[in-house]
């Protein structure tokens, strides 16, 4: 009997390691996704005028005859 609750102790220690290592790599997931975020609002604040000024630089633009 001692034995089976040895284990069954030893069953939820490791349970709560687990549900802890999940809740952390979930929390670092959460920073990562807020980083990207950032990244996409930079991209679509700056993408269009780059494509824009791009266009503008092409050669067929060049006036000089």
């Known amino acids: 009997m001692q034995a089976i609750l040895s284990g069954m102790q030893e069953d939820a220690n ?3 390691k687990l ?7 979930a ?4 920073r990562d996704s807020v980083a990207m975020g950032t990244i996409a609002v930079v991209t679509m604040f700056f993408l269009p005028g780059v494509t824009f000024t791009t266009f503008l630089s092409m050669p067929f633009f060049d006036r000089d005859d």
């Open 27 to 30: 929390q670092g997931t959460r």
């Open 14 to 16: 490791l349970g709560r």
């Open 19 to 25: 549900a802890k290592a999940s809740h952390d790599l």
